[in-house]
C-alpha cells in the first residue's frame, strides 16, 4: 500500500524567509496531493493541491512541486509570516480512491 | 452554511468500554470519512461513509464500527476500548465520493482511554 514520508519533523525558519517541506510516495499509481494545515488544536485545512498531470501550482505565497519520476512532492512557503506557524500535513491518494494516506507532519515555527 | 461539527469534543474512557463520536457533515455534503490522529502524527484513514454505506475501510480491526444517517450524519462506535484508542478523532466531510478535492474537518473529539 501507499506509504507517505515527510520532512523535516520541525522547520524553524526566521520571518521573511522561505520554508520547503518534502515528501516522498511510494505507490506510483497515486495521484492526488493535497497539503493540509493545522493550528494547534484547531482543525486540518486544506492550502494547496495538486494533481499528477501538473508539475506545479501556486497560490499566493504558496507553491507546491511534483516530480512524478521521483515521487515526490514539495510545499513552498515564501515570505513567511507569523500566522503561517502550525503543524502542515502532505497528503497522497488515488483520487479514485477513498482514502488519504498522510505523512507525519512538520512544525513550522517562525521566528520574529 | 453550517461547517462539521463533532461531538462530545473532549471524553474519558477506561479500558474495555464502548465509546460512540457523533458528526454532522457540512451542509450539501453526502460523504463522511472518520480518521484518527494520534497525538504527533498524522490522520489514520478508519472509514469512510457514502450514501449510508460504507464504502472503504483502513486498517482498523472489526471493533471500530460506524452508521451514516439519511441526513448524512454519522456515528463511529468503538468497543472494547483499549489504551492505544487514545487520540484526537477527525470528522471530514466532501460533495463527493472518493478523494477528488477538499476534506473540510470538524474539530475532532478528544479520546482518553484509562
Known amino acids: 500500500g501507499e506509504n507517505v514520508e515527510q520532512h523535516p519533523s520541525t522547520l524553524s525558519v526566521q520571518e521573511g524567509d522561505s520554508a520547503v517541506i518534502k515528501c516522498t510516495y511510494s505507490?506510483?499509481?497515486?495521484?492526488?496531493f493535497p497539503w493540509y494545515k493545522q493550528e494547534l488544536g484547531k482543525r486540518p485545512q486544506l492550502i494547496i493541491d495538486?494533481?499528477?498531470n501538473v508539475g506545479e501550482k501556486k497560490d499566493q505565497r504558496i507553491a507546491v512541486t511534483l516530480n512524478k519520476t521521483a515521487k515526490h512532492f514539495s510545499l513552498h512557503i515564501t515570505e513567511t509570516q507569523p500566522e503561517d506557524s502550525a503543524v502542515y500535513f502532505c497528503a497522497a491518494s488515488i483520487e479514485s480512491n477513498y482514502q488519504l494516506i498522510w505523512g507525519a507532519g512538520t512544525k513550522l515555527i517562525i521566528k520574529p | 452554511e453550517t461547517g462539521v461539527t463533532q461531538s462530545p469534543t473532549h471524553l474519558i474512557k477506561t479500558r474495555g468500554q464502548q465509546v460512540t463520536l457523533r458528526c454532522s457533515s457540512q451542509s450539501g455534503h453526502n460523504t463522511v470519512s472518520w480518521y484518527q490522529q494520534a497525538l504527533g502524527q498524522g490522520p489514520q484513514f478508519i472509514f469512510q461513509y457514502y450514501r449510508e454505506e460504507e464504502n472503504g475501510r483502513g486498517n482498523f480491526p472489526p471493533r471500530f464500527s460506524g452508521l451514516q444517517f439519511p441526513n448524512y450524519s454519522s456515528e463511529l462506535n468503538v468497543n472494547a476500548l483499549e489504551l492505544d484508542d487514545s487520540a484526537l478523532y477527525l470528522c471530514a466531510s466532501s460533495s463527493q465520493q472518493g478523494i477528488t478535492g477538499e476534506l473540510f474537518f470538524g474539530e475532532g473529539s478528544r479520546l482518553t482511554v484509562l
Open positions: 495538486i494533481r499528477s
Open positions: 505507490d506510483s499509481a497515486s495521484n492526488y
